[in-house]
């Protein structure tokens, strides 16, 4: 019985489901006509882009940041950024709030030496008052321009 009913079920269910048009024309030459849901093309966009970033290579690994500024001033905070900014907008700058405290880092090195070498820079410019420390952190590794000639 339940057999004979499923059977019953898709046999119906079968006239009712059209997933493509089909028109002809007068010289039987059959025309199909694709119905396809705009969110595909979105969806579509979104993997080019995805895998756009992977042709680019850029992942993350072990390096180092540098510890700037802690301060519960968001004004200095945010002054610091600026100058920092202007200064130097080939590093990245990163504030992270963890209360009550703001903290600025900046850079993604893979080498300690280039983090030692921004850090000497900085002191010497005086934009940083305080002591200024080399942390090691999980960074953002951007391919080498040889590397994605290969």
Known sequence: MKKGFIFLLL???NTYLN???VATDTLNNGTVFVQKDSRIDVLG???SAYNSSLA???RSG?????MLLTSNDRNLVMQTRSKLLQQYPEHKIYMIYQSPFIKLKMGNFVEKADAEKLKKQLLNQKIITG???ILQETVEIKPEISETNN
Do not use: S, T, V
Request: proline share 0%.
């Open 11 to 13: 046999l119906c269910a």
């Open 19 to 21: 997933a493509q048009i």
């Open 45 to 47: 966009e979104k993997m």
């Open 56 to 58: 680019k290579n850029i």
């Open 62 to 66: 072990k390096g180092f940041r540098l």
């Open 131 to 133: 002591n200024i420390y």
